[in-house]
T-cell receptor, first 110, second 117 residues
Framework: TQLLEQSPQFLSIQEGENLTVYCNSSSVFSSLQWYRQEPGEGPVLLVTVVTGGEVKKLKRLTFQFGDARKDSSLHITAAQPGDTGLYLCAETDSWGKLQFGAGTQVVVTP | EAQVTQNPRYLITVTGKKLTVTCSQNMNHEYMSWYRQDPGLGLRQIYYSMNVEVTDKGDVPEGYKVSRKEKRNFPLILESPSPNQTSLYFC????????????????FGPGTRLTVT
């Protein structure tokens, strides 16, 4: 089973600052998903990246998939308190087995 | 409204008393899955089902059973719960992963917080 490593584990920033979180593996991802989870709720899918070098934007969130498909990053521009949450990356193998990283807890204070 | 529902949302039980957590989705998804979430360990997959009558073990299947008799329902059964099964449980469903790079994009339910004493 592939091990997904997320960093940092915790990130606290002020409103308006930028932040980047990372998801890495020693093996090649077939595809990678990013989710955000708020306290007391289930994770919500943000994006899926499939192609090496792919960049996707979702408002102030930018997702990158490494050229070698072994790493991914999530960058948030001008963070807002509503961006607070646990950010999770996840990967599925071709048999449908899904694995999550441990997550990065992001706190954005006003 | 497209959704995944779980019941109950909260459950406190005693060791050894069989329980079932129900999960239902109204999106006609083929794929369904159960996860547990524990502090420091993240989300771990218990069982998943690619379609009706097809189930497979995830990373932590011990102590759990599942069945998939209908497309919309995927109950999680704890035959003899133990305190180490105290956790937050999530059910999720997904369309077929064959669309984009075997990505099974999960839609999660609201969670069931289980305490076994």
């Amino acid at each position: 089973t592939q091990l997904l490593e997320q960093s940092p584990q915790f990130l606290s920033i002020q409103e308006g600052e930028n932040l980047t979180v990372y998801c890495n593996s020693s093996s090649v991802f077939s595809s990678l998903q990013w989710y955000r989870q708020e306290p007391g709720e289930g994770p919500v899918l943000l994006v899926t990246v499939v192609t090496g070098g792919e960049v996707k934007k979702l408002k102030r969130l930018t997702f990158q998939f490494g050229d070698a498909r072994k790493d991914s990053s999530l960058h948030i521009t001008a963070a807002q308190p509503g961006d607070t949450g646990l950010y999770l990356c996840a990967e599925t193998d071709s048999w449908g087995k899904l694995q999550f990283g441990a997550g990065t807890q992001v706190v954005v204070t006003p | 409204e497209a959704q995944v529902t779980q019941n109950p949302r909260y459950l406190i039980t005693v060791t050894g008393k069989k329980l079932t957590v129900t999960c239902s989705q109204n999106m006609n998804h083929e794929y369904m899955s159960w996860y547990r979430q524990d502090p420091g360990l993240g989300l771990r997959q218990i069982y998943y089902s690619m379609n009706v009558e097809v189930t497979d073990k995830g990373d932590v299947p011990e102590g759990y059973k599942v069945s998939r008799k209908e497309k919309r329902n995927f109950p999680l059964i704890l035959e003899s719960p133990s305190p180490n099964q105290t956790s937050l449980y999530f059910c999720a469903s997904s369309t077929s992963g064959k669309i984009r790079g075997w990505a099974y994009e999960q839609y999660f339910g609201p969670g069931t917080r289980l305490t076994v004493t």
